[in-house]
């Protein structure tokens, strides 16, 4: 690491499995605000209250030793902990199925991690909104390059921040279309990084009311406050009603068959407040749903 950032360490006193635990901070293999370098370090850039600061975790012996460049270097340095899980709270959770006892039983470094801020997970979020992972992940990617900012430090590849909201509203029609952002999409966006500085207060009101604050925002429903609320603050609760695939994957890893949205909450019922908590561990599980037709064919809309 270079002399030039900021280094710290940390000792969790918990069992922690870093890669899974940020794995739903990754935006694909090329996502270029999450990268690992060859000796497995992760490298993460992203926007704070001071800046772009790039932050990078690596496990020595028992500690995670943090270094972290760039103006938003001291907020991602004093926010590892929490992100790596050390404000979550798995007590009280039962697991009512084999699958979820045995994933529990195999992960016990899996919790779930809070990154402490909205708008870059709420960008990615608006992004991945009725759409193939194949296309948010290309919007994400060029978006990303394009008007976000290059991330400071050492970094192991070409790597930058999500873009500001003040940058969002800078971005013309044309621009959003060649990245492939569709026009519901592009004025969800919009409409948030007008409110930016107000939605980051869901962090602090968390649960059910950070939520609510979330989806005051028009575009904003019920699946996007959820996603953000699982990363933001690390919600337990927060179930991504209305995703494509995991009413599937709930219904077939627990019940043997598939399921739709209303079916999966009277499943998951029983384990609240910690349904996305179950989710999450059916997820890491590697559990994958029967296909039984073709993958749906991304939309091009730089095409149109």
């Given at each position: 690491?270079?002399?030039?950032?900021?280094?710290?360490?940390?000792?969790?006193?918990?069992?922690?499995?870093?890669?899974?635990?940020?794995?739903?901070?990754?935006?694909?293999?090329?996502?270029?605000?999450?990268?690992?370098?060859?000796?497995?370090?992760?490298?993460?850039?992203?926007?704070?209250?001071?800046?772009?600061?790039?932050?990078?975790?690596?496990?020595?012996?028992?500690?995670?030793?943090?270094?972290?460049?760039?103006?938003?270097?001291?907020?991602?340095?004093?926010?590892?902990?929490?992100?790596?899980?050390?404000?979550?709270?798995?007590?009280?959770?039962?697991?009512?199925?084999?699958?979820?006892?045995?994933?529990?039983?195999?992960?016990?470094?899996?919790?779930?991690?809070?990154?402490?801020?909205?708008?870059?997970?709420?960008?990615?979020?608006?992004?991945?909104?009725?759409?193939?992972?194949?296309e948010a992940r290309r919007s994400w990617r060029e978006l990303c390059r394009r008007f976000g900012t290059a991330a400071p430090g050492p970094v192991p590849a070409r790597m930058f921040a999500p873009p500001t909201p003040r940058a969002v509203l800078g971005i013309a029609d044309w621009e959003w279309h060649r990245a492939g952002v569709d026009g519901a999409r592009r004025?969800?966006?919009?409409?948030?990084?007008?409110?930016?500085?107000?939605?980051?207060?869901?962090?602090?009101?968390?649960?059910?009311?950070?939520?609510?604050?979330?989806?005051?925002?028009?575009?904003?429903?019920?699946?996007?406050?959820?996603?953000?609320?699982?990363?933001?603050?690390?919600?337990?609760?927060?179930?991504?009603?209305?995703?494509?695939?995991?009413?599937?994957?709930?219904?077939?890893?627990?019940?043997?068959?598939?399921?739709?949205?209303?079916?999966?909450?009277?499943?998951?019922?029983?384990?609240?407040?910690?349904?996305?908590?179950?989710?999450?561990?059916?997820?890491?599980?590697?559990?994958?749903?029967?296909?039984?037709?073709?993958?749906?064919?991304?939309?091009?809309?730089?095409?149109?």
């Open positions: 690491m270079s002399d030039t950032g900021l280094l710290t360490s940390w000792q969790p006193p918990f069992p922690l499995d870093i890669p899974a635990l940020l794995a739903p901070l990754r935006r694909g293999a090329g996502d270029p605000a999450f990268q690992r370098d060859e000796l497995g370090a992760v490298w993460l850039v992203a926007n704070t209250a001071a800046g772009v600061g790039t932050l990078s975790l690596r496990r020595v012996g028992r500690e995670v030793v943090a270094g972290g460049w760039g103006p938003g270097a001291d907020e991602l340095l004093d926010g590892v902990p929490a992100l790596l899980g050390a404000e979550d709270d798995p007590e009280g959770f039962q697991a009512f199925h084999p699958i979820v006892a045995e994933v529990r039983r195999r992960m016990p470094g899996l919790r779930l991690g809070s990154v402490g801020r909205v708008w870059d997970v709420l960008f990615a979020a608006v992004l991945e909104q009725k759409v193939t992972g194949y004025r969800t966006l919009i409409n948030a990084a007008q409110v930016a500085h107000r939605l980051e207060g869901a962090v602090a009101l968390r649960g059910e009311a950070g939520r609510a604050l979330l989806r005051k925002v028009p575009g904003i429903g019920v699946w996007t406050a959820a996603e953000v609320a699982q990363r933001a603050w690390g919600d337990a609760d927060a179930v991504s009603v209305g995703d494509f695939h995991i009413p599937s994957i709930v219904g077939y890893a627990l019940l043997g068959h598939k399921l739709d949205d209303d079916g999966m909450l009277e499943v998951l019922a029983p384990y609240a407040p910690h349904r996305h908590r179950a989710v999450r561990y059916l997820e890491a599980s590697g559990f994958r749903k029967p296909r039984f037709g073709p993958r749906f064919s991304p939309r091009d809309y730089r095409s149109l």
